[in-house]
């Protein structure tokens, strides 16, 4: 599948995903898949019919490469699980944070901030999202933190919003009430002018 002139398809790959091939290059994987003549990329993504990425391929699922190589009590087996939980979690966190803000915002109030923090949270799973290729667990899970972090920071941001929320509501209700009692009020004394004018 190379181009003439490419020694390695890895070559044409490493041209666009600059950042994954120096992760892999520095990671335990490069030394072990050069000692079993298996190439880099490919490994993992196919040739050909190149595999759109998705968090199934890492971890130990039925559709993850990295059981291909790795069994159950293995580093590498749990590294796998490890990493792919990290990414679970913060991807869960966003979907969590973005479903509250989304509440607050159709019920009228500004949460616009928030979903501008919340997209540093999808910036730090972009970037986890890459730094799989480095194959280093603690990596990838202080990559992840500070994004979890924004995530609590924008659920809680959301939950303060729909109290603001509620408590506009109250307010509007007990304002409403206030007005209908005056009103009532003002209707019944206009009627007793008239009745007494009558007489």
């Known amino acids: 599948a190379a181009p003439p002139g490419v020694s390695s398809v890895v070559n044409v790959c490493s041209t ?16 072990a898949f050069e000692a079993a003549s298996m190439p880099g990329c490919v490994t993992c993504h196919s040739n050909h019919r190149i595999a759109h990425p998705s968090d199934t391929m890492i971890g130990t699922g039925p559709q993850a490469v990295c059981t291909s190589c790795h069994s159950s009590g ?17 991807e869960t966190a966003i979907g969590r944070s973005q479903a509250i803000l989304d509440r607050a915002q159709d019920a009228g109030v500004e949460v616009s901030q928030a979903n501008l923090e919340l997209d540093q949270a999808r910036d730090a799973l972009t970037k986890a999202r890459v730094n799989i290729h480095g194959f280093d667990a603690a990596k990838l899970e202080a990559g992840i933190k500070p994004g979890l972090s924004v995530t609590e920071k924008t659920y809680v941001a959301g939950q303060k919003a729909l109290e603001e929320s509620k408590f506009r509501r109250a307010g509007l209700s007990v304002s409403l009430l206030t007005i209908l009692a005056v009103l009532g009020g003002l209707v019944f004394f206009i009627r007793d002018l008239e009745g007494r004018g009558g007489h």
């Not at 939980?85 to 913060?90: E, G, M």
């Open 74 to 90: 293995d580093a590498g087996f749990a590294a796998a699980g490890s990493m792919h939980d990290h990414i679970v979690t913060l």
């Open 16 to 31: 666009c995903h600059v950042f994954q091939a120096q992760l892999f290059d520095g990671s335990p994987h490069k030394a």
